[in-house]
Protein backbone atom coordinates (compact mmCIF):
# COMPACT_ATOMS: atom_id res chain seq x y z
CA UNK A 1 0.00 0.00 0.00
CA UNK A 2 1.51 3.37 -0.91
CA UNK A 3 1.61 5.96 1.60
CA UNK A 4 3.04 9.84 1.48
CA UNK A 5 5.36 9.94 3.85
CA UNK A 6 6.53 13.99 3.45
CA UNK A 7 4.49 16.01 1.25
CA UNK A 8 4.22 14.79 -2.36
CA UNK A 9 6.16 11.51 -1.48
CA UNK A 10 5.00 8.30 -1.25
CA UNK A 11 6.48 4.98 -0.33
CA UNK A 12 5.53 1.40 -0.65
CA UNK A 13 7.74 -0.94 0.72
CA UNK A 14 11.06 0.06 -0.05
CA UNK A 15 10.06 2.36 -3.26
CA UNK A 16 9.66 6.03 -3.54
CA UNK A 17 7.40 7.53 -5.28
CA UNK A 18 6.09 11.21 -6.46
CA UNK A 19 2.91 11.94 -8.31
CA UNK A 20 2.77 13.53 -11.35
CA UNK A 21 -0.18 16.25 -12.85
CA UNK A 22 -2.36 13.30 -13.51
CA UNK A 23 -2.23 11.91 -10.42
CA UNK A 24 0.69 8.93 -11.69
CA UNK A 25 2.72 7.76 -9.21
CA UNK A 26 6.43 8.16 -10.88
CA UNK A 27 9.24 5.66 -9.09
CA UNK A 28 12.24 7.45 -7.85
CA UNK A 29 14.97 6.05 -8.20
CA UNK A 30 18.20 6.08 -5.87
CA UNK A 31 20.63 5.19 -8.36
CA UNK A 32 19.94 8.31 -10.36
CA UNK A 33 18.94 10.82 -8.22
CA UNK A 34 20.60 11.76 -5.37
CA UNK A 35 17.57 13.23 -3.50
CA UNK A 36 15.85 9.80 -3.19
CA UNK A 37 19.20 8.31 -2.10
CA UNK A 38 18.59 10.33 1.11
CA UNK A 39 15.42 9.50 1.47
CA UNK A 40 16.00 5.76 1.00
CA UNK A 41 18.92 6.92 4.01
CA UNK A 42 16.63 7.87 6.36
CA UNK A 43 16.52 11.71 5.36
CA UNK A 44 14.51 13.25 8.28
CA UNK A 45 12.73 16.10 6.27
CA UNK A 46 12.56 17.63 3.21
CA UNK A 47 11.25 20.35 4.05
CA UNK A 48 9.65 20.68 0.84
CA UNK A 49 5.89 21.49 -0.44
CA UNK A 50 3.18 22.37 -2.52
CA UNK A 51 3.62 25.38 -3.79
CA UNK A 52 7.39 26.03 -2.95
CA UNK A 53 10.01 28.21 -5.12
CA UNK A 54 13.28 25.76 -5.29
CA UNK A 55 16.43 27.02 -7.29
CA UNK A 56 18.41 23.69 -8.17
CA UNK A 57 21.86 24.17 -9.12
CA UNK A 58 23.25 21.11 -11.42
CA UNK A 59 20.19 20.57 -12.84
CA UNK A 60 21.48 17.83 -15.43
CA UNK A 61 18.76 16.07 -17.36
CA UNK A 62 16.22 17.06 -15.14
CA UNK A 63 15.85 13.87 -13.49
CA UNK A 64 15.60 14.90 -10.00
CA UNK A 65 13.84 18.08 -11.08
CA UNK A 66 10.97 16.30 -12.88
CA UNK A 67 10.49 14.80 -8.69
CA UNK A 68 10.62 18.19 -7.13
CA UNK A 69 8.73 19.53 -10.28
CA UNK A 70 5.75 17.15 -8.83
CA UNK A 71 6.43 17.97 -5.43
CA UNK A 72 5.84 21.94 -5.91
CA UNK A 73 2.94 21.76 -8.06
CA UNK A 74 1.32 23.58 -10.63
CA UNK A 75 1.48 26.69 -8.49
CA UNK A 76 4.98 26.04 -7.28
CA UNK A 77 8.36 26.67 -9.55
CA UNK A 78 11.89 25.41 -10.06
CA UNK A 79 14.65 27.45 -11.36
CA UNK A 80 16.97 24.97 -13.01
CA UNK A 81 20.31 26.00 -13.79
CA UNK A 82 22.99 24.10 -15.84
CA UNK A 83 26.17 24.87 -16.67
CA UNK A 84 26.40 22.45 -19.89
CA UNK A 85 24.68 23.68 -23.28
CA UNK A 86 23.81 20.07 -24.59
CA UNK A 87 22.32 18.93 -21.16
CA UNK A 88 20.61 22.42 -21.05
CA UNK A 89 18.46 21.15 -24.17
CA UNK A 90 17.46 18.19 -21.99
CA UNK A 91 16.30 20.27 -19.46
CA UNK A 92 14.49 22.38 -22.38
CA UNK A 93 12.47 19.39 -23.27
CA UNK A 94 11.52 19.09 -20.05
CA UNK A 95 10.43 22.57 -19.34
CA UNK A 96 8.05 22.15 -22.75
CA UNK A 97 6.39 19.36 -20.97
CA UNK A 98 6.34 21.52 -17.48
CA UNK A 99 4.90 24.61 -16.92
CA UNK A 100 6.51 24.99 -13.52
CA UNK A 101 10.02 24.73 -14.80
CA UNK A 102 12.43 27.37 -16.18
CA UNK A 103 15.56 26.22 -17.57
CA UNK A 104 18.90 28.75 -16.86
CA UNK A 105 22.57 27.82 -18.84
CA UNK A 106 24.78 29.34 -16.71
CA UNK A 107 27.42 28.71 -14.09
CA UNK A 108 26.47 28.70 -10.72
CA UNK A 109 29.43 30.05 -9.61
CA UNK A 110 28.22 33.40 -11.00
CA UNK A 111 24.99 33.72 -9.28
CA UNK A 112 25.19 37.37 -10.65
CA UNK A 113 24.37 36.29 -14.04
CA UNK A 114 20.75 35.01 -13.37
CA UNK A 115 19.84 37.24 -10.47
CA UNK A 116 17.88 38.86 -12.58
CA UNK A 117 16.00 35.96 -12.98
CA UNK A 118 15.32 34.53 -9.83
CA UNK A 119 13.02 35.95 -6.89
CA UNK A 120 13.67 34.86 -2.98
CA UNK A 121 13.13 31.04 -3.06
CA UNK A 122 11.94 28.48 -0.28
CA UNK A 123 14.48 25.84 -1.15
CA UNK A 124 18.04 25.78 -2.70
CA UNK A 125 19.01 22.27 -3.82
CA UNK A 126 22.69 22.22 -5.55
CA UNK A 127 24.25 19.05 -6.68
CA UNK A 128 27.55 20.45 -9.09
CA UNK A 129 30.93 18.57 -9.32
CA UNK A 130 33.61 21.40 -8.81
CA UNK A 131 36.17 21.89 -6.79
CA UNK A 132 34.54 25.04 -4.64
CA UNK A 133 31.44 23.33 -4.45
CA UNK A 134 30.79 24.84 -0.46
CA UNK A 135 31.76 28.31 -1.99
CA UNK A 136 28.97 27.96 -4.99
CA UNK A 137 26.52 26.86 -2.56
CA UNK A 138 27.22 29.76 0.02
CA UNK A 139 27.04 32.25 -3.19
CA UNK A 140 23.83 31.35 -3.93
CA UNK A 141 22.05 31.35 -0.34
CA UNK A 142 21.88 35.12 -1.11
CA UNK A 143 18.57 33.74 -2.65
CA UNK A 144 17.13 31.51 -0.34
CA UNK A 145 14.71 33.22 2.43
CA UNK A 146 15.86 33.37 5.96
CA UNK A 147 15.49 30.14 7.90
CA UNK A 148 14.49 28.44 4.76
CA UNK A 149 16.30 25.15 4.07
CA UNK A 150 19.09 24.67 1.18
CA UNK A 151 20.45 20.89 0.34
CA UNK A 152 24.08 20.28 -0.38
CA UNK A 153 25.36 17.20 -1.93
CA UNK A 154 29.06 17.17 -1.33
CA UNK A 155 31.34 15.25 -4.06
CA UNK A 156 34.50 14.36 -2.00
CA UNK A 157 36.70 13.23 -5.34
CA UNK A 158 35.86 16.29 -7.12
CA UNK A 159 37.04 18.45 -4.05
CA UNK A 160 40.18 17.06 -3.68
CA UNK A 161 41.30 13.14 -5.06
CA UNK A 162 44.40 12.68 -2.87
CA UNK A 163 42.43 13.73 0.63
CA UNK A 164 40.37 11.11 2.91
CA UNK A 165 36.96 11.83 1.86
CA UNK A 166 35.99 12.02 5.86
CA UNK A 167 38.79 14.87 6.46
CA UNK A 168 36.87 16.62 3.38
CA UNK A 169 33.44 16.39 5.18
CA UNK A 170 34.84 17.18 7.94
CA UNK A 171 36.14 20.68 6.45
CA UNK A 172 32.72 21.48 4.54
CA UNK A 173 30.88 20.65 7.92
CA UNK A 174 33.29 23.46 9.56
CA UNK A 175 32.63 25.95 6.38
CA UNK A 176 28.78 25.43 6.89
CA UNK A 177 28.71 26.35 10.12
CA UNK A 178 29.94 29.19 10.11
CA UNK A 179 26.88 30.60 7.68
CA UNK A 180 23.99 28.04 8.58
CA UNK A 181 22.51 25.82 11.36
CA UNK A 182 23.08 22.03 9.71
CA UNK A 183 20.30 20.11 10.39
CA UNK A 184 20.67 16.60 9.46
CA UNK A 185 24.43 14.96 7.47
CA UNK A 186 23.65 12.20 5.45
CA UNK A 187 25.86 9.68 4.15
CA UNK A 188 24.95 8.85 0.24
CA UNK A 189 26.84 4.60 0.60
CA UNK A 190 25.74 2.82 -1.40
CA UNK A 191 23.85 4.64 -3.70
CA UNK A 192 26.69 7.00 -4.20
CA UNK A 193 30.41 6.54 -2.97
CA UNK A 194 31.98 9.28 -0.98
CA UNK A 195 29.00 11.71 -1.32
CA UNK A 196 27.27 13.13 1.90
CA UNK A 197 24.24 15.47 1.96
CA UNK A 198 24.30 18.65 3.84
CA UNK A 199 20.99 19.50 5.56
CA UNK A 200 21.54 23.19 5.97
CA UNK A 201 18.94 25.82 7.42
CA UNK A 202 20.13 29.99 6.49
CA UNK A 203 19.94 31.69 10.03
Not at 3 to 31: C, H, M, V
Not at 72 to 95: D, H, K, N, W, Y
Not at 109 to 131: C, E, G, R, S
Request: aromatic content about 10%; charged content about 25%; overall charge neutral.
Amino acid sequence: MIQEIFPGIFADNKKIYTKDSSGAYRLWNPITSKLSAALHKRLKQTFLKANDVVLYLGASTGTTVSHISDIVGEQGFVFAVEISPTVCRELVFLAEERQNIAPILADANQPQTYADKIKDVDWLYQDIAQKNQVEIFLKNLRFVKKNSHAFLIIKARSIDATKEPKQIFNDVREQLQQDTEIVQEINLEPYKKDHVMFVCKKN
